[in-house]
């Protein structure tokens, strides 16, 4: 790519591979580095500024790291009826998150940090929206999309791009969102620092 936006060395503070996926896939050069941050969400923090947040310290917690360069936060969660669905705790958690998205709408909710690391330090946050329209699931189909593991380490205890499409009906706004990181997002706010 000729764009100066992608010249510059990109480090992604997450272990996720669906993230790393999508920047492979867009052919964006990077490289990882796992932050260490409290998950813990604030009392009566809403979800969009929870997803900003923890971006946003994911990628500062991250970038003291580095010399130079620009350091990739992000966090997604799952919001159905008022209720933030983060990653289940086990398989009976992730039982309870997929009968309260069988047959309704929820949003998925990804907050996306940027930092510059560097004698002119600057962050940018922003996040993404999309909404998300699941199919009703018998209890014989959440018990065999739990048996698969899939469910496990997945905002909603679901992996749009596994077998999870199975049960969607339909996606109002960004699909990369679902799978955890915004690209076009991304992309706009590099193009900003």
Same mark, same amino acid.
């Given at each position: 790519?000729?764009?100066? @936006? ?10 996720? *591979? /669906?993230? $790393? &996926?999508?920047? !492979? ?10 932050p ?12 969009v500024?929870y ?24 966090? @997604?969660?799952v ?8 990653? *289940? /705790?086990? $398989? &009976?958690?992730? !039982? ?74 339909e ?13 076009r ?9």
């Amino acid at each position: 790519m000729t764009d100066a @936006t992608f010249t510059e060395k990109l480090v992604l503070a997450s272990t996720s *591979p /669906r993230r $790393a &996926e999508i920047l !492979r896939a867009v052919g964006w050069p990077f490289e990882t580095l796992a932050p260490n941050v409290d998950e813990t969400r604030a009392l009566d923090e809403d979800a969009v500024a929870y997803v900003r947040r923890l971006a946003q310290a994911k990628a500062k917690a991250t970038a003291p790291r580095l010399e130079a360069g620009l350091v990739l936060g992000a966090d @997604t969660v799952v919001v159905i009826e008022g209720e933030i669905l983060g990653q *289940p /705790r086990d $398989a &009976e958690d992730a !039982r309870r998150m997929l009968r309260l998205l069988s047959g309704k709408w929820h949003e998925v909710l990804t907050g996306v940090a940027l930092v510059r690391v560097g004698k002119e330090a600057h962050c940018v946050v922003d996040h993404e929206l999309t909404r998300v329209r699941f199919s009703r699931m018998s209890d014989a189909e959440i018990d065999w999309y739990i048996v698969t593991g899939e469910a496990m380490g997945k905002a909603g205890a679901y992996a749009v791009q596994g077998r999870a499409a199975l049960f969607i009906e339909e996606i109002e706004g960004d699909y990369f969102n679902i799978v955890g990181l915004p690209v076009r997002l991304l992309y706009k706010l590099a193009r900003e620092l």
